[in-house]
């Protein structure tokens, strides 16, 4: 956009992807001056997301805290589609599956019953009854979450991104930060296009996080996720929205294998984590031998009416820190740069309650206890 750099902003967010894009719509709604940057045009496929779909779930086995998050969450995600008129979300249902004492289903259990989640807990034919499609080892039971289900990625994004603007934000797309800086009195960002300045920095990078700061040497590791779609050998009809949920097996292996019922575009199925390590400007987009048998190993024993024609593919990045927790803090310096990233493959979902969280603590409103899994400083110990 010409000539934003003449503008005094009250906060700049580098990002714009899901929490670039939550960031700058919560702020925007509060009545302050955004400026957002990002270094392609969102919703794109170069960065953490983009592939049609998220999964929304509320039974968090990977730690409960999230669960008041994601509750929040879902009804932000509820009221932006109500004021929009777009479709971002669908409710499928979720059935996840693996060993009864594993922290999969366990946790899963527990964190439901503690916050009083409807679930079900499902043994091996009943599975099998209710979704054909879906098979399981012996030994494996399921937790059916019937309220979970699916977020239509890219028009989250633009949903976001067009509120944003509606209340007054100025979005530059196509535009590379180069280098930033602070002082007491405010922030300065050179990009490709102009030198702007805000009192206030949000760093929502993702994967490019660490490289615009190399003096925190944070520990986020890149890694490579590769995401599938299939057109079903057999029964086509099972992988429909009326008779197919979302799923998740916990295999033997140790990794999670998931997928999701046909949207228009075949079944996708992907792992969740276990990809390479990368580096966002050299990721390999283009998809080789291992990452396709990997998975039809997996179709075949777990999902075999799916093991059809390989129809697409896309390459996409986790951002992780080592606890899989996010980070949401301020920088130690610069008490007015935040920094947001390491959502850890389970980010996408928590979009607008993080602009929330951000909202809050750049007006110095925020009370909430539970950022503390967020800290930098358990990062940099």
């Known amino acids: 956009m010409a000539k934003s750099d003449q503008i005094n902003f009250d906060v700049i967010v580098v990002g714009l992807g899901a929490m670039g894009s939550g960031i700058a719509f919560q702020i925007a709604r509060s009545g302050r001056r955004i400026l957002g940057l990002d270094r392609y045009r969102p919703p794109h496929a170069h960065g953490s997301s983009h592939g049609h779909t998220r999964v929304i779930r509320h039974a968090y086995a990977e730690d409960e805290r999230y ?6 969450a879902h009804d ?48 091996r034919e009943t599975i099998s009854r209710r979704w054909p499609a879906l098979r399981t080892d012996p030994g494996m039971c399921g937790v059916w979450e019937p309220a979970a289900g699916v977020l239509r990625v890219e028009p989250c994004i633009e949903t ?19 280098t930033w800086s602070a002082a007491a009195d405010g922030v300065e960002v050179r990009a490709a296009g102009g030198t702007y300045r805000a009192d206030s920095l949000v760093i929502a990078a ?36 009326e008779r197919c949920p979302i799923y998740a097996w916990k295999h033997g292996e140790g990794g999670v294998f998931y997928g999701f019922p046909d949207l228009g575009h075949g079944v996708k199925v992907a792992h969740h984590h276990g990809g390479a390590a990368t580096d966002p400007d050299e990721l390999t987009r283009e998809i080789n031998g291992d990452d396709i048998s ?10 075999p009416d799916a093991n059809g024609t390989l129809k697409d593919h896309d390459v996409c990045m986790y951002t992780n820190t080592p606890d899989l927790n996010f980070l949401i803090d301020r920088h130690p310096e610069f008490p007015h740069v935040l920094i947001v990233g390491g959502c850890s493959g389970h980010g996408f979902k928590f979009a607008p309650v993080v602009g929330e969280i951000v909202r809050d603590l750049l007006a110095d409103e925020s009370n909430d206890s539970g950022l503390e899994m967020f800290s930098l400083s358990r990062l940099l110990q």
């Open 67 to 72: 669960i008041p998050y994601v509750r929040r």
């Open 160 to 178: 976001l991104l067009a509120a944003a603007v509606n209340h007054g934000a100025v979005l530059n797309f196509n535009e590379v930060v180069e």
């Open 206 to 241: 993702g994967p490019w996080c660490r490289s615009l700061l190399p003096d925190l040497d944070l520990p986020l590791s890149v890694e490579r996720q590769v995401q599938l779609w299939f057109e079903p050998a057999a029964n086509p009809q099972l992988f429909t929205l």
């Open 294 to 303: 990997s998975v039809r190993c997996l179709l075949k024993r777990l999902l």
């Open 76 to 123: 932000c995600w509820l009221e932006l589609e109500r004021d929009s008129g777009e479709t971002l979300f669908i409710e499928t249902g979720i059935v996840l599956m693996g060993d009864p004492q594993s922290d999969f289903i366990k946790g899963s259990c527990a964190g439901a019953d503690r916050h009083g989640i409807e679930y079900e807990r499902l043994d």
